[in-house]
């Protein structure tokens, strides 16, 4: 029997508040139509300022670990996908570690933007085939509304926070992950970054004074790289998977905005049934966005035990990576 990383368990969290699309119309010059034709969002959630991702992504890991039927101390290893991370330093995977209890784990962090969650399937994937480690929890997630700049209307109402989490395991058998892939193209860096945050560009009085310490965004030309890469990443994982696009019986693609999904949609065939889209209340959540719809699926039963479900996303950096797993 093959040895496969199995997800036993899944969980997610996101803030109690609420934004609206009507909230965006008073401070900035949009309106409800507008948002939703453009990108499907309906409304999303935010914390309150000050609140550290840690808040989220232990929920969310407490949820995967009391569906998997562990505790902490079965964890060998816990990987957190952020770019909004509680600090710059230690990692948030050392915090959510500490709050767990999970003295047993090694912990640490990915930035691979929207991509960042199947980074760390690739890495748990291969961690548990190398038999390195056993029992794995992986989280993505993202307090995005702490790098939003809520007087640009091109990307104030495109974002949100939240957490989503698995509990990955060794398993024997044909269930697991069958086939992950990943990518970058850092020529492409300057169409999504946040400038004015890091050593290169160090936080100033004259930085924040120009906004220059918020997410920047090209929205057409992201738009257009991101159908095409994702489109191709889909089918060189389900190539290495041994399967057909007929053979997924869901598809989760990152939720960054309707009309990419549908235009990836339609490029790969796949009827809207078998697409999962939950944009329209949560917005986009980077690196939270496929671990939360994949909880809400299996929660719902619109993924069940034996499916096989395809995932893909795309970010800044460019990164970009894709899933096959068979439930």
């Not at 969980?11 to 453009?38: C, M």
């Not at 989280?139 to 007087?151: F, T």
């Not at 598809?251 to 796949?270: D, E, G, M, T």
Request: proline share 3%; charged share 20%; with cysteine.
């Amino acid at each position: 029997m093959p040895v496969r990383a199995l997800i036993t368990g899944t969980g997610h969290s996101v803030p109690d508040k609420v934004l609206d699309n009507k909230y965006f119309e008073q401070i900035v010059d949009t309106s409800d139509e507008w948002i939703v034709a453009r990108t499907g969002i309906k409304e999303r959630r935010v914390v309150e300022p000050g609140t550290g991702l840690s808040a989220l992504a232990v929920p969310a890991a407490r949820q995967a670990m009391a569906k998997a039927g562990i505790g902490p101390l079965d964890l060998d290893l816990i990987l957190v996908a952020t770019v909004s991370g509680d600090m710059q330093f230690p990692a948030t995977a050392i915090f959510v570690q500490a709050q767990l209890g999970a003295t047993n784990a090694v912990a640490f962090d990915v930035s691979a933007t929207c991509a960042g969650y199947l980074y760390l399937l690739h890495l748990a994937d291969n961690f548990i085939r190398s038999s390195a480690y056993q029992t794995i929890l992986v989280i993505g997630g993202e307090i995005l509304s702490s790098m939003v700049d809520y007087e640009d209307r091109s990307t104030c109402v495109l974002f949100g926070d939240g957490a989503g989490a698995n509990v990955i395991q060794k398993r024997d058998g044909e269930r697991g992950i069958l086939a992950t892939h990943v990518g970058s193209d850092g020529r492409l860096a300057n169409l999504l970054y946040r400038w004015g945050s890091g050593s290169a560009h160090v936080l100033t009085h004259e930085v924040l004074d120009q906004r220059s310490h918020y997410m920047v965004m090209q929205g057409n030309e992201v738009f257009r790289h991101a159908v095409r890469i994702m489109a191709d990443a889909i089918e060189v994982v389900i190539e290495k998977a041994g399967i057909t696009v007929d053979d997924i019986d869901l598809f989760i693609p990152h939720q960054a905005n309707i009309r990419i999904i549908k235009s990836l949609a339609n490029r790969l065939r796949l009827p809207k049934e078998k697409v999962y889209i939950n944009i329209e209340r949560y917005g986009n959540t980077s690196a939270a966005s496929i671990p939360i719809a994949l909880n809400e699926a299996l929660t719902s039963g619109r993924l069940r035990e034996g499916d096989i479900c395809g995932m893909v996303s795309f970010g800044g950096g460019f990164t970009w990576g894709s899933a096959v797993v068979k439930m």
